[in-house]
């Protein structure tokens, strides 16, 4: 059946119904988060060299962005943002990804109902390209040697100007496209501000044919980009003192299980916010091109420039306090899964709703209302303690995700208050933690 027969048999379904309020703090929060990616983006490519980085205590920060400053007023300076090489290298990094993702096996799963009804199909090959792009490093690497894998350390923030300039023109395409009749809009991307829609994502789903943009964005070209970046991490290192530490073996190794867990599962990403709620503009492509792999990787490029060598005590703790977040990160998503597919082998307590759900009030979700967020905290704690503790910098991302994960936990909130109404109220009594059971 076409959409558009099906969407007659939905009653109600509108594509392209307007925006009732602002969320990111509207307008000016949209702006703020645009300038914003893109400074800290390089700001953490010039905060650290081999030859200064900024350290405790705070005053020492304040006088390394006083140097900083100074450098910033010469031309040498500016040079460094752009190179027509670095941007073909990033442009044909995407187009090989592309091609991986037309030419490679891959099984066609059927997303989630959308609201006219309709669903749409995805072609799943993501940890398939994966694997070939792994593929095509280690060749390179035994064939040429670390150049090619150095040359992404040599030209980083040149590399991170394509990544932006890919972001920035990706949003602007969507955002055209998105004026053909019968788009389906995202329900918080068409507000009265075209800046904010462009920004937050006006399409739900912007496709060139069965090509789906705002998909392939969250699972290929960043995420794996990752895991490249952290390899030639370590060809750094190598080729500059001769060895690898094991503290940097250790990030890497976090980051690549981290990503090869999400791309061998790649099929849970469609019931996710991101694809079902979330429009697709420059919040996620910049999100997904630049942000994910550019700063995600910034213990491990720290590691690169200055040596820690941690020894069996220090990776036997570490590796601890990544096997309990993970423990409590797929438990309670475990719990979860079970309990929402009709099972409940623990026997696990819970509340009814009015309107026939059901909300867990015991095994983890007894804890706190987010545990997995918790677990997944934890686990970054684990992705940065390597680095030790001479410089804040390597912490960039504990401190992000922190800020990230309460903002998820609010907007969670919010919307199950709506949810549930009352329901919601008498929960929270029962289980008062939002994530840190007894502090948060």
């Not at 990094?93 to 490679?104: E, F, K």
């Not at 590796?319 to 993970?326: E, M, N, P, R, T």
């Not at 960039?396 to 609010?410: N, P, S």
Request: net charge positive; glycine share 8%; charged share 15%.
């Amino acid at each position: 059946m076409s959409r558009n027969k099906q969407a007659s048999a939905v009653e109600g379904y509108k594509a392209a119904p307007p925006s009732l309020h602002y969320e990111f703090g509207g307008p000016l929060g949209a702006l703020g988060v645009t300038l914003a990616v893109p400074f800290f983006s390089y700001w953490l490519a010039f905060a650290c060299t081999p030859d200064a980085c900024p350290r405790w205590p705070l005053a020492s920060l304040v006088d390394w962005h006083a140097q900083g400053l100074r450098d910033l007023q010469t031309a040498q300076w500016w040079s460094g943002f752009w190179s027509w090489e670095a941007t073909a290298v990033y442009f044909g990094w995407y187009t090989w990804t592309v091609l991986c993702w037309a030419l490679l096996p891959g099984q066609v799963v059927e997303g989630t109902v959308m609201r006219d009804g309709n669903k749409l199909a995805y072609k799943m090959n993501a940890f398939a390209t994966l694997l070939a792009s792994l593929l095509v490093v280690a060749s390179g690497t035994y064939i040429l040697g670390l150049g090619p894998l150095l040359y992404i350390s040599e030209h980083w923030s040149q590399l991170i100007s394509a990544s932006l300039v890919m972001s920035f023109a990706q949003a602007c395409f969507v955002y055209a496209q998105s004026y053909k009749p019968n788009t389906m809009l995202a329900l918080g991307g068409n507000a009265s501000n075209p800046f904010y829609n462009w920004f937050i994502g006006r399409p739900l789903n912007p496709r060139i044919g069965s090509f789906d943009i705002k998909s392939f964005n969250e699972m290929r070209p960043g995420l794996i980009l990752w895991v490249i970046i952290d390899i030639a991490m370590l060809a750094r290192q190598y080729a500059t003192i001769g060895r690898v530490t094991d503290s940097l073996l250790l990030v890497a190794a976090f980051h690549g299980w981290y990503v090869f867990d999400a791309e061998y599962n790649e099929p849970a990403i469609l019931s996710t916010m991101d694809i079902t709620t979330d429009g697709f503009g420059f919040m996620l492509s910049v999100g997904d091109l630049t942000w994910v792999p550019f700063t995600y990787c910034t213990t491990a490029r720290y590691l690169s420039l200055h040596v820690n060598d941690l020894g069996y005590v220090r990776v036997g703790v570490i590796l601890a306090v990544q096997f309990i977040g993970y423990w409590i990160f797929r438990g309670s998503n475990g719990e979860k899964n079970e309990f929402r597919s009709g099972k409940n082998p623990k026997n696990l307590k819970y509340l009814q709703t009015a309107r026939g759900t059901k909300l867990l009030t015991s095994g983890w979700w007894g804890m706190s209302r987010h545990p997995n967020y918790l677990g997944d905290w934890m686990m970054s704690w684990a992705w940065c303690l390597p680095a030790g503790f001479a410089s804040p910098l390597p912490y960039f991302y504990v401190i992000f995700f922190a800020v990230l994960l309460v903002h998820r936990q609010i907007r969670d909130d919010e919307a199950c208050a709506k949810k549930y109404g009352k329901d919601w109220d008498t929960y929270k009594k029962i289980v008062p933690a939002r994530i840190i059971p007894y502090i948060y």
